[in-house]
């Protein structure tokens, strides 16, 4: 079954959050990870400009678990922390339905 995990952060920072993000996906690429993520969408919330949403979806939650145990996630996750204006929160979901209408 198809895992997302949503992240939920405030910050004045998109822009160093989003180069930080590109690069850790470029580096996942070229080290050949396949238990990554497979679809990454950034929502951003329109009542309060520095409040984002992050969903970002996996093959299943055990991929999901294996990248989030992966040392080069742990260090992403410390990095992205220090440019947010609170701990950002985790929700897990499993993906019921999804699709193009």
Not at 28 to 47: S, V
């Amino acid at each position: 079954m198809k895992f997302a995990q949503i992240l939920d952060f405030e910050t004045d920072r998109a822009d160093e959050i989003r180069e930080l993000i590109h690069q850790y996906e470029q580096t996942a690429r070229d080290q050949g990870r396949t238990f990554g993520p497979k679809h990454r969408t950034l929502l951003r919330d329109r009542a309060n400009p520095n409040r984002y949403l992050a969903v970002v979806e996996f093959d299943s939650y055990e991929d999901a678990m294996a990248n989030s145990n992966a040392p080069e996630t742990a260090e992403l996750a410390q990095r992205l922390a220090a440019l947010t204006t609170r701990p950002p929160a985790f929700t897990d979901c499993d993906v019921e339905e999804s699709g193009a209408l």
